[in-house]
């Protein structure tokens, strides 16, 4: 059953308001001890190292571009609440919780800013974080085991993500973050623009460039680290927090996965989302 509690933050800060955290506990899960150090792991025993993992789905009701979007109905139901029953499919998870600031988003899931912020709420202590997007209802709960298993056999990372195929015509999309890996599922970098760039300036249908999908997963004592760590030239530039990572000498894992991206960023993608659902007949 879904336990709602509330909590207020310190005064003092820009926080000064309750944060409400859902629990979406996922029954069934057999929890092995995590491990105190980062270790050389064995393949047979990998599932102990950061086992306890928690899914928090960041939601604001204010958006500059989209008002009210968790809000916004996708065949009958809001759409973070058919973010939050998609995340709750997966096996990997303990607990999945949505983090807001929103009272209108609270009723509506009926149960942070930050995942750092909204980790401390929990009462339970985890290995591995998990963000999970909130405008994307059609997340696959795969994807989200995939991160978390990625992190969990890695102990030299402390941060994992997922990439996808970028179709062509995004190449030159600012909003399409695209990212390049070596030979060992590394991240090397990220970019609003086109990576890597050849000489004729234009996108190569040939090439396989990678689409860079909004789901994260930490580790959470990095992730105690991160807000500490000052903004760096590249994150500035580029406006992305994963380079905030790279810059500072992380590592940080990368699956390839087959997946086309649905984010909610217009109401337009509603209607699209919903077509799509009705497609794949899922209700």
Same mark, same amino acid.
């Given at each position: 059953?879904?336990?709602?509690?509330?909590?207020?933050?310190?005064s &003092?800060?820009?926080?000064?308001?309750?944060?409400?955290? %859902?629990?979406?506990?996922?029954?069934?899960?057999?929890?092995?001890?995590?491990?105190?150090? #980062?270790?050389?792991?064995?393949?047979?025993?990998?599932?102990?190292?950061?086992?306890?993992?928690?899914?928090?789905?960041?939601?604001?009701?204010?958006?500059?571009?989209?008002?009210?979007?968790?809000?916004v109905?996708?065949? &009958?139901?809001?759409?973070?609440?058919?973010?939050?029953?998609?995340?709750?499919?997966?096996?990997?998870?303990?607990?999945?919780?949505?983090?807001t600031? @929103?009272?209108?988003?609270?009723?509506a899931?009926?149960?942070?800013e930050?995942?750092?912020?909204?980790?401390?709420? %929990?009462?339970? +202590?985890?290995?591995?974080?998990?963000?999970i997007? &909130?405008?994307?209802?059609?997340?696959?709960?795969?994807?989200? /085991?995939?991160?978390?298993?990625?992190?969990?056999?890695?102990? @030299?990372?402390?941060?994992?993500t997922?990439?996808?195929?970028?179709?062509?015509?995004?190449?030159?999309?600012?909003?399409?973050?695209?990212?390049?890996? @070596?030979?060992?599922?590394?991240?090397? #970098?990220?970019?609003?623009?086109?990576?890597?760039?050849?000489?004729? &300036? +234009?996108?190569?249908?040939?090439?396989?460039?990678?689409?860079? %999908?909004?789901?994260?997963?930490? /580790?959470?004592?990095?992730?105690?680290?991160y807000?500490?760590l000052?903004?760096?030239?590249l994150?500035?530039?580029?406006?992305?927090e994963?380079?905030?990572?790279?810059?500072?000498? #992380?590592?940080?894992?990368?699956?390839?996965? @087959?997946? /086309?991206?649905?984010?909610?960023?217009?109401?337009?993608?509603?209607? +699209?989302?919903?077509?799509?659902? %009705?497609?794949?007949?899922?209700?």
């Open positions: 059953m879904a336990i709602c509690e509330s909590s207020s933050a310190q &003092g800060t820009n926080s000064e308001k309750s944060w409400w955290i %859902l629990h979406g506990l996922i029954a069934g899960a057999t929890i092995a001890a995590a491990a105190a150090s #980062y270790v050389a792991l064995s393949p047979r025993w990998y599932g102990k190292f950061r086992s306890r993992a928690v899914g928090i789905i960041p939601a604001r009701f204010a958006s500059s571009r989209f008002q009210g979007k968790p809000l109905q996708i065949l &009958g139901k809001p759409m973070i609440q058919r973010t939050w029953e998609r995340a709750k499919m997966a096996s990997t998870l303990d607990h999945v919780v949505v983090a600031d @929103d009272e209108k988003l609270r009723n899931v009926e149960g942070t930050r995942c750092n912020e909204a980790l401390q709420k %929990l009462e339970k +202590k985890y290995d591995i974080v998990v963000n997007q &909130g405008d994307e209802p059609l997340i696959e709960p795969e994807i989200i /085991d995939g991160v978390v298993q990625a992190l969990q056999r890695a102990p @030299d990372a402390v941060f994992s997922a990439v996808t195929s970028l179709k062509p015509e995004d190449g030159c999309d600012p909003n399409r973050v695209k990212c390049v890996i @070596d030979n060992r599922g590394y991240a090397i #970098y990220f970019s609003r623009g086109l990576i890597p760039y050849n000489k004729s &300036g +234009k996108v190569n249908p040939d090439y396989p460039y990678m689409l860079h %999908l909004g789901i994260q997963s930490f /580790d959470t004592k990095f992730l105690k680290i807000p500490e000052p903004p760096t030239p994150q500035l530039e580029e406006d992305l994963q380079l905030k990572v790279l810059e500072n000498g #992380y590592k940080m894992k990368v699956i390839k996965v @087959d997946h /086309d991206a649905h984010g909610v960023d217009t109401p337009e993608d509603v209607v +699209k989302i919903e077509s799509l659902m %009705l497609e794949r007949n899922l209700s």
